[in-house]
């Protein structure tokens, strides 16, 4: 076992808890020696490396409470060999032929022993280390490939002992050089997927044995270096070493923008999944390096400060290839629809996206910047489903959005959904402003020749001491089963009409009857506000809000990498998300004007 006096860059292990030595001496106003160590965790700490006003050192995370002083009389956890690591895990336990199994720590659950059923079988497997796929060592306090003091020849190699590896996890182990997974892999000669999440590898671009002649990785296509605290340079040396990647996550690395990837690096005709979830990107402008990359399907930018497309808009928009489908970009900050609306510009051959818990879905307002204004302030549920419709109608070829597949109807749903809410904020806007306001729905015109430009009522302002500014516009139709009963005047199906907003609902169902030669009393008026209702309870198993949306997101980001690697609500059918809303006028003496909005509606009349 190689000396665990201490150094700096030195990493190691305190009750599992891991951390890379940065200062070794004395501190101001004390005694004795000391140990300046930086934490993997950084919520372990106290500080950034000072004391008393006196900075000590610095460390890699950003974090101001990565860091401790400690003693170095502290007892730490013993490193191991990675042969060591795997002996301990997978055959500590070996039974012998005919006995029973070691015994082991009970595991206690509520004060009850667990009972283990069938792990005997399960270890018994594991122990033949030749036959083993997959190993998983993280958390083994790894420092090494083999013994400093064992001469490999007098001992069985990692190729002799574990030569069927596919999957290997090394992740968080106290590596300081890339050279020690260099060892380690180029004994492993099916190795496809390498997870090193969580070290603290140093001086990687340097690093003789990673730049050296070697077939290490030659059969690697997944490589997982995520919470490495790796620059985005050193992350594409590494990443050039693998001829043949095809996924690379490297999320939670402190990234804030991407420079050009080298024309040389071989991964940018071969990458097919990128994973950068969990870094300080604030615009998709940060990214553009990655447009170079030609083969790329899925990416994904969960959890970064994405708001922007640019940061100035002069700047050109990155264009990626029609090859990316698929979009994660759940957890920014994009507040505003501008920013969906461009989306399709950036990603022209997108697919499927992941857009939930961003501001403008949990707020899906019509005004880009100038006051988020849901309809009816819907919060929870009903504000997540209009946020789905307005998404679902602003980009026309997406065919997945937060896992739920698109149906013909959903989108011709959403359209006209939004078509109708487009109408609604027209209404309230000036007839010189109307251009303004379309230029924030670049769809409208498309639309409008899909379904049929709506009817925008522009409410006029109106001396309240006039008689207009008393009288409500109805527009009375009759409704179709409704035409077929005999005695009915059906020469005109629809009559206008103005009505004083202070006659009841009798008095406006006794002039629909004379209109129509019906019996008042047997009538039934609906006011058809031209506005949607997310129906209540429907698919609320696609919620965005839960748990389980993280596991559906983790199977479905597996699934989808793996894949790449290798009826309506107005007809009443299902599929629909909304329908419209309507509202009955029940008989009573109160006022016409208190029962529908505005100076102009639209009345279905029925017969009961």
């Not at 039974?95 to 009970?106: A, F, I, R, T, V």
């Not at 013909?408 to 809410?421: F, K, P, W």
Request: aromatic share 8%.
């Amino acid at each position: 076992m190689p000396s665990i006096t201490p150094h700096i860059g030195q990493r190691r292990s305190y009750d599992g808890a891991l951390c890379t030595v940065r200062f070794i001496g004395e501190l101001e106003g004390t005694t004795g020696s000391w140990l300046g160590v930086e934490w993997d965790d950084p919520a372990r700490g106290k500080h950034a490396g000072q004391h008393k006003g006196i900075r000590y050192f610095t460390c890699k995370s950003k974090s101001a409470t990565a860091a401790s002083f400690i003693r170095p009389t502290r007892p730490a956890d013993a490193p191991q060999t990675f042969l060591s690591a795997l002996q301990l895990k997978y055959a500590s336990d070996v039974p012998s032929d005919n006995g029973p199994m070691l015994p082991e720590k009970q595991i206690v659950v509520g004060g009850k022993v667990a009972e283990e059923v069938g792990f005997d079988k399960i270890r018994r497997k594991q122990a033949q280390l030749s036959e083993l796929k997959i190993v998983i060592l993280d958390g083994s306090c790894i420092t090494s490939a083999y013994s400093h003091n064992t001469d490999r020849e007098d001992h069985q190699t990692i190729r002799q002992t574990c030569p069927k590896v596919v999957e290997l996890d090394i992740s968080r182990n106290l590596f300081t050089d890339f050279g020690t997974v260099v060892d380690i892999c180029s004994e492993l000669d099916s190795l496809h997927s390498l997870r090193a999440n969580g070290n603290r590898f140093q001086n990687v671009i340097e690093d003789d044995k990673l730049n050296g002649p070697h077939k290490a990785f030659k059969g690697v296509k997944e490589l997982e270096l995520g919470e490495t605290l790796l620059s985005w340079s050193e992350i594409c040396h590494v990443a050039s070493k693998l001829p043949s990647l095809t996924l690379l996550e490297i999320g939670t690395n402190q990234l804030s923008s991407l420079a050009p990837i080298p024309p040389a690096v071989s991964f940018t005709s071969t990458l097919v999944s990128l994973n950068l979830e969990f870094n300080e990107f604030t615009s998709l402008e940060d990214i553009a390096a990655l447009t170079s990359m030609s083969t790329l399907r899925n990416l994904h930018l969960k959890g970064n400060l994405i708001s922007t497309i640019m940061s100035s808009p002069s700047k050109e928009v990155p264009v990626f290839g029609k090859s990316l489908q698929y979009l994660d970009m759940s957890y920014n900050k994009v507040s505003d629809w501008s920013f969906v609306d461009a989306l399709l510009d950036v990603f022209p051959g997108l697919t499927s996206l992941r857009f939930s818990h961003n501001p403008i879905y949990e707020n899906p307002g019509l005004e880009d910047g100038a006051g988020l204004e849901t309809d009816s302030s819907k919060k929870g549920t009903a504000a997540s489903d209009e946020a789905f419709m307005l998404m679902v109608a602003r980009l026309p070829s997406i065919r997945t959005l937060n896992f739920s597949n698109i149906t013909a109807a959903d989108r011709t749903n959403a359209e006209m959904y939004y078509l109708s809410r487009i109408a609604r904020q027209l209404s309230t806007t000036a007839e010189a402003d109307e251009a303004q306001v379309l230029a924030r729905h670049r769809r409208w015109a498309e639309l409008c020749d899909l379904y049929g430009e709506p009817v925008v009522s522009r409410q006029q302002d109106i001396n309240p001491n006039y008689l207009e500014a008393r009288l409500i516009t109805v527009h009375l139709y009759l409704a179709e089963l409704a035409s077929t009963e005999s005695g009915v005047n059906t020469s005109t199906a629809e009559r206008i009409v103005q009505i004083p907003k202070s006659f009841d609902i009798y008095a406006v169902k006794g002039i629909a009857g004379r209109m129509f030669g019906l019996p008042p009393l047997k009538l039934r008026l609906v006011w058809e506000t031209g506005e949607w209702d997310p129906v209540g309870g429907f698919d609320d198993h696609d919620g965005d809000s839960s748990e389980d949306e993280e596991i559906e997101a983790e199977r479905e980001r597996r699934q989808d990498d793996a894949a790449s690697l290798a009826g309506t609500s107005i007809a009443g059918k299902k599929g629909g998300r909304f329908v419209r809303r309507e509202v009955e006028l029940k008989d009573g003496p109160r006022q016409f004007g208190y029962c529908v909005d505005g100076l102009e509606a639209k009345l279905r009349v029925e017969l009961r």
